[in-house]
């Protein structure tokens, strides 16, 4: 007879109802592939009365997130409540308690993740998360185990589908970010306060929990510069296209030696790579291993079911270390090494700059000039067609330059009387 | 102090000299990461003599794979010798003496896979081969682990570098097949007898390793149909693109509840979609779960190191589960349902006819009635423009039609006298 693991469930939500689905309506074919049985013992959520449409029977469904926290039978801690405080208190009881942990909580890992593997490594419990980055896409997997004999060089994450799929809008349909924005909420695919998605913060959350992952150390989202994507334009994909790029809401990590270049904008990246075909609600990963070379993965990054996949592959994974005691193994990696994320200041990279003039005698030149002085070179101009008001739009390419001297050389063209305050200074990686 | 794994490698060829590369170089890192000492003990190949430019020093390196197999101090076993035979008895040998496996050999597997694990399994070792398919691309650890709780309802995979560099080659600069092989070979992109690569068995090796996994049946290459890419011209390149297509040699595995669906060979995709965008010698495999829905893993698909990558993956596995005897948990899943291999003459897809007639008059009358008698539908069809000896080529893009009535098509159309020689057939995806 196949040996049982017992499983309560914190947060019968979204990902919640479809991770019980597969543990229920799966439960055979899981057990034939692992010998084992994965079981549901518990649920616990405030809402005990909505019909989730799948069948509960043998599972007790309680407000008392008690039941299974002090329930010594239980084996998996499964938390899907998401936020902060709760979320953080329940998770630290069950560990305490010796329970394993399957988590998708991005926000919690990006600001609690060192306290919470310390507590789970002095307890001897495991704490999984593949579900918290990517949906249901390996990318924890694939960083952990798979790539474990490679240092990671760089990663290059289009991570939230909300931004994404009103970036592939905007880009494929020339339709202006207000319309596709309302269009997302309507079917679902933004929230009602997007803020989150749009502002990068999401993101920021989830390049934390790989970039630590990848470089053992503890990142913190804070630590991570983030811009959102509210003010690109039509006009800003339309010229994008023309220099042969595509507008995504980028999270990036590079390693250079002992220091980590790691941020969250919009960047321009070239239309034909493989990542800028990543559209609409998709996400992908695409890194560089020092022995591997690029791998890219690719995937629905949200939505009930690839997410509860992704949170019963880490159920089963534990299940199996559970019945054999390897506990240790799952031991988080931080690395000896000290390294230190580079200022923003100090990113060197290519730029594009937008914007209008309100007339054109002497712009160029006095726009160069300051460009010139600030140690800027110029990759190149496009100059569009005057409006009726004699506005005109200029988009510069420069060579890479120090963020710094951008940073200087836009505060400068902005005091110009004739431009005009829609300045916008995207990032460009190729 | 660590505990310290022995390796032993049958094999100093290219994959096995990045291997032995990684485990000299970044020893330290690995055991920082794992904490354990994974050291290579003994090095055995016919060539001994040969500068492989890594200091072998400590390391036994010798001609007698007894140094090995008879070293009861090595845990591991390594084999990148390739070929059948000679390869099949050190394995054997090894797991006979208790040692787990580590293998890059998908020629090997593909027609011995289930006599090897079977051994395996009763002598509880572990055999590792994520080298297989996919480079350093962690396809196998994907479908074992990190896509546990999805049933993969297909897979299209472009996991041969040779091919698709040939193909893309052809695709963008409308070179010729020849010219584009000759300058693979020179480029050392194709080997000096390219047939296993040009002609799918190559291909067809990967796609019984991972159509056994993913569906839990042992599936043999030679039940796989398997056409290889020698008869794509340019001219087929250029009519794909015009009907918005790309060709790429796939393998491809369809699960229809109890049958599944098995082949490889050349095939239309729509040039927009992302796995068209796999090109020259990457690799790429695109699969569907039924929880998690599509997913891609891209990347290198040869090469010495991401291949090394993941020979020292597979190793890593192996020493983390040595130190925790969890050796039963990598059993390989076999599935109890009874699955049928669809015989290729009841495939139902949609097909692309190419064909050159010597005149015009009652051509498309006379082909369109042979198709109509078959009960096959036309989608598209293009004639081009009639050449100086007065033939023409036309295409066609059939409706979904059952192999069998295409076939039959083929060969009446074939038999008409107006008819050239050179009749293409290929099939499409959408």
């Known amino acids: 007879m196949s040996k049982i693991i017992n499983v309560g469930i914190i947060g019968l939500g979204i990902v919640g109802?479809?991770?019980?689905?597969?543990l229920i309506e799966q439960a055979k074919t899981i057990t034939e592939k692992i010998n084992l049985k994965v079981v549901i013992k518990t649920i616990v959520d405030l809402d005990i009365t909505t019909d989730r449409k799948i069948n509960l029977k043998g599972i007790n469904f309680t407000k008392n997130?008690?039941?299974?926290?002090?329930d010594d039978s239980i084996d998996i801690v499964v938390e899907l409540i998401g936020g902060i405080n709760l979320a953080k208190k329940f998770i630290k009881d069950s560990i305490k308690k010796g329970k394993h942990i399957v988590t998708a909580n991005k926000a919690l890992l990006a600001s609690f993740g060192k306290e919470l593997f310390e507590l789970a490594e002095k307890n001897n419990v495991i704490i999984n998360f593949?579900?918290?980055?990517?949906?249901?896409?390996?990318?924890?997997?694939?960083?952990?185990?798979?790539?474990v004999s490679n240092s990671i060089l760089s990663m290059y994450g289009i991570i939230n589908g909300t931004a994404n799929y009103i970036l592939t809008n905007m880009s494929k349909y020339n339709k202006p970010f207000d319309e596709v924005l309302k269009e997302a909420q309507d079917k679902g695919f933004a929230e009602a306060d997007p803020t989150f998605d749009i502002?990068?913060?999401?993101?920021?959350?989830?390049?934390?929990?790989?970039?630590?992952?990848?470089?053992?150390?503890?990142?913190?989202?804070?630590?991570?510069?983030?811009?959102?994507?509210?003010?690109?334009?039509t006009?800003?994909?339309?010229?994008?296209?023309?220099?042969?790029?595509?507008?995504?809401?980028?999270?990036?990590?590079?390693?250079?030696?002992?220091?980590?270049?790691?941020?969250v904008h919009p960047t321009l990246i070239p239309k034909d790579s493989i990542l800028a075909q990543t559209s609409f609600e998709n996400n992908a990963v695409y890194l560089e291993g020092d022995n591997v070379g690029p791998v890219m993965l690719y995937g629905k990054g949200a939505g009930m079911m690839p997410t509860a996949s992704a949170v019963v592959s880490d159920i089963i994974d534990i299940s199996k270390k559970i019945t054999s005691k390897v506990l240790n193994l799952n031991k988080y990696y931080y690395s000896k090494k000290a390294i230190k994320i580079i200022p923003m200041f100090a990113l060197k990279t290519k730029y594009y700059l937008r914007l209008t003039t309100k007339d054109k005698p002497y712009v160029l030149s006095k726009i160069s000039k300051i460009l010139g002085d600030n140690g800027i070179s110029i990759d190149s101009l496009i100059q569009t067609e005057t409006k009726e008001d004699g506005s005109a739009v200029i988009i510069i390419m420069t060579h890479p330059a120090i963020e710094k001297a951008i940073m200087n050389a836009v505060k400068s063209i902005k005091k110009l009387s004739f431009v005009k305050k829609d300045f916008l200074t995207l990032r460009v990686e190729e």
């Open 17 to 22: 109802t479809g991770t019980a689905k597969i």
């Open 65 to 70: 997130v008690d039941d299974i926290i002090l």
């Open 130 to 147: 593949e579900a918290s980055v990517g949906g249901g896409i390996p990318i924890i997997k694939t960083l952990k185990e798979g790539l």
């Open 199 to 233: 502002e990068g913060n999401d993101t920021a959350h989830k390049l934390a929990v790989i970039s630590t992952l990848a470089y053992g150390i503890p990142v913190v989202s804070d630590e991570i510069h983030c811009e959102g994507i509210t003010q690109i334009t």
């Open 235 to 263: 006009l800003d994909m339309k010229y994008a296209h023309i220099l042969n790029y595509e507008i995504k809401l980028l999270a990036i990590a590079k390693s250079h030696n002992k220091t980590l270049d790691l941020r």
